[in-house]
C-alpha cells in the first residue's frame, strides 16, 4: 500500500492551493481517508477527512469552510482544496487511509500513511 501526497507549493495569503492524495496497492474508494498537517511549532493537526462507503466529511472549526475533501474514484485519489489560504496554514501535509468507515481527525485512527507535501504560504 502506497499513498502519495502532492501539490504543495508556496502560495500568497488568500490563495488556493488543490492537493492530492492518490493510492497504489489498495482501492481508495473503500478507504476513510484523512487529511492532516505538521505546522512548525505545533503538534501535527487533522485538518479534515472523507468517510468510506457513503463520503461523509468532517472538517475542524479551524478551516471549516476553506478546505474541502474529494474523490476522484476514476483515478484513485483524494484531494483536498484548500482557499483563502492563511500563513499558519504552512505545513507539511500528509494523507492518511483506513479500511474502516470513520470521520476522524485522530491520527492513530488511521493505519497508511504517505509522504507528506510542504504547503508554504506568504504573508
Known amino acids: 500500500v502506497q499513498l502519495q501526497a502532492s501539490g504543495g507549493g508556496l502560495v500568497p495569503s488568500g490563495g488556493s492551493l488543490r492537493l492530492s492524495c492518490a493510492a497504489s496497492?489498495?482501492?481508495?474508494?473503500?478507504?476513510?481517508v484523512g487529511w492532516f498537517r505538521r505546522v512548525p511549532g505545533k503538534q501535527s493537526e487533522g485538518v479534515g477527512c472523507?468517510?468510506?462507503?457513503?463520503?461523509?466529511?468532517y472538517y475542524p472549526d479551524l478551516v471549516k469552510g476553506r478546505f474541502i475533501i474529494s474523490r476522484v474514484n476514476s483515478k484513485n485519489t483524494v484531494y483536498l482544496q484548500m482557499h483563502s489560504l492563511e500563513p499558519e496554514d504552512t505545513g507539511v501535509y500528509y494523507c492518511a487511509a483506513t479500511r474502516r468507515t470513520i470521520r476522524s481527525p485522530v491520527r492513530s485512527d488511521y493505519d497508511y500513511w504517505g509522504q507528506g507535501t510542504l504547503v508554504t504560504v506568504s504573508s
Open positions: 496497492g489498495i482501492t481508495l474508494k473503500d478507504y476513510s
Open positions: 472523507i468517510s468510506s462507503k457513503n463520503d461523509n466529511t
